[in-house]
């Protein structure tokens, strides 16, 4: 298998969602429409990552793990085992809904699957801000009084975000990102929303979204998470987030440093959010002078022995530590 795996992104139309990545990440979109999200890695029954290029090029996801399970996610995974990490980009130009996903305690009663995420703001607005969390004191049956009033946006904590910034929100934390922010969101495999409240907004058919009430309001009830806080963008290297599910890593790198990724240790996402990496071991199958560019999203198999070299000021997120999830 080839040391590395870039994928196609799958672009999805949003009622929130604008034309932002062609400039913020030098995309060409497809034409017309409000693209909210870029799936840039994906192994879902309705989404499907493919290769972008080499000689798997053509060959989704799916088919990788059926095939060659053990060379892309290490020894014991079951090739029926779905990939269990999903990255996007999102563009909001328009704030999302006020939502929730449901935590494991309840998501199998309530039909979903749980989704612990992570965001990364690659840019933010002058004034940009996501709600995450209830304020002190307001549990599930203040949240539904206010519900009913229309006045659920004073129950949130708010939290004014800057580039660089990064916030992990665990399943079962209401929440909503205000327009203003283009994130890179790294969470469960799952695609399980319950929207509560959606601002009086139509959808792109013109009509008003589905709320799920009854389910956002379980979720409530039965969430253990702490309010989420911010992580500052900062020059150091940190764990932006560690959990069960996954670990995200942020690993800034001066101009010719390098990163080494020792093969048969376990599969890796890489994601450049600042400059650009050269590969440094060309050999290994990847073609001397080829490079990734802020943005890129890559898949390194748990069989891949790989090398980068920054190409300017550099910042990537290493996220690991999915393969027992």
Same mark, same amino acid.
């Given at each position: 298998m080839r040391s590395f795996l870039k994928f196609a992104p799958l672009y999805q139309q949003r009622v929130w969602g604008g034309r932002g990545l062609e400039q913020?990440?030098?995309?060409?979109?497809?034409?017309?429409?409000?693209?909210?999200?870029?799936?840039?890695?994906?192994?879902?029954?309705?989404?499907?990552?493919?290769?972008?290029?080499?000689?798997?090029?053509?060959?989704?996801?799916?088919?990788?793990?059926?095939?060659?399970?053990?060379?892309?996610?290490?020894?014991?995974?079951?090739?029926?085992?779905?990939?269990?990490?999903?990255?996007?980009?999102?563009?909001?130009?328009?704030?999302?809904?006020?939502?929730?996903?449901?935590?494991?305690?309840?998501?199998?009663?309530?039909?979903?699957?749980?989704?612990?995420?992570?965001?990364?703001?690659?840019?933010?607005?002058?004034?940009?801000?996501?709600?995450?969390?209830?304020?002190?004191?307001?549990?599930?049956?203040?949240?539904?009084?206010?519900?009913?009033?229309?006045?659920?946006?004073?129950?949130?904590?708010?939290?004014?975000?800057?580039?660089?910034?990064?916030?992990?929100?665990?399943?079962?934390?209401?929440?909503?990102?205000?327009?203003?922010?283009?994130?890179?969101?790294?969470?469960?495999?799952?695609?399980?929303?319950?929207?509560?409240?959606?601002?009086?907004?139509?959808?792109?058919?013109?009509? +008003? &979204?589905? %709320?799920? =009430?009854? #389910?956002?309001?379980?979720?409530? /009830?039965?969430?253990? *998470?702490?309010? $989420?806080?911010?992580?500052?963008?900062?020059?150091?290297?940190?764990?932006?987030?560690?959990?069960?599910?996954?670990?995200?890593?942020?690993?800034?790198?001066?101009?010719?440093?390098?990163?080494?990724?020792?093969?048969?240790?376990? +599969? &890796?996402? %890489?994601? =450049?959010? #600042?400059?650009?990496?050269?590969? /440094?071991?060309?050999? *290994?199958?990847? $073609?001397?002078?080829?490079?990734?560019?802020?943005?890129?999203?890559?898949?390194?198999?748990?069989?891949?022995?790989?090398?980068?070299?920054?190409?300017?000021?550099?910042?990537?997120?290493?996220?690991?530590?999915?393969?027992?999830?």
């Open positions: 913020a990440l030098g995309r060409a979109l497809p034409a017309g429409g409000s693209i909210g999200e870029s799936w840039e890695i994906v192994d879902r029954p309705e989404a499907q990552s493919i290769v972008a290029d080499g000689p798997l090029a053509g060959r989704t996801l799916r088919q990788l793990i059926e095939t060659r399970a053990a060379e892309l996610m290490g020894p014991g995974w079951a090739s029926e085992r779905r990939f269990p990490v999903l990255v996007k980009w999102l563009d909001c130009r328009d704030r999302l809904s006020l939502q929730v996903h449901p935590p494991a305690a309840v998501a199998a009663e309530l039909g979903g699957e749980p989704k612990t995420e992570n965001w990364y703001f690659f840019q933010a607005d002058a004034g940009a801000a996501v709600l995450a969390g209830l304020q002190p004191g307001v549990d599930a049956r203040k949240f539904a009084q206010a519900l009913e009033h229309g006045d659920v946006e004073q129950c949130m904590c708010r939290h004014a975000t800057r580039a660089g910034d990064s916030l992990f929100i665990r399943s079962g934390v209401m929440h909503a990102i205000e327009a203003g922010n283009v994130i890179l969101e790294i969470q469960q495999n799952s695609d399980t929303t319950y929207r509560v409240y959606d601002w009086g907004r139509a959808g792109l058919d013109g009509k +008003p &979204r589905a %709320l799920h =009430v009854r #389910e956002s309001l379980a979720c409530l /009830a039965a969430n253990t *998470a702490p309010t $989420p806080q911010l992580v500052r963008a900062a020059a150091e290297a940190a764990v932006l987030a560690e959990c069960p599910e996954f670990r995200i890593s942020r690993r800034p790198l001066a101009d010719g440093e390098t990163l080494r990724f020792a093969a048969r240790e376990q +599969p &890796r996402i %890489l994601s =450049v959010v #600042e400059g650009s990496l050269r590969f /440094a071991n060309p050999g *290994a199958g990847n $073609p001397e002078g080829s490079a990734l560019g802020c943005g890129d999203n890559i898949l390194l198999p748990y069989a891949s022995d790989l090398a980068f070299a920054a190409a300017g000021k550099t910042t990537v997120l290493v996220t690991d530590r999915f393969h027992h999830a």
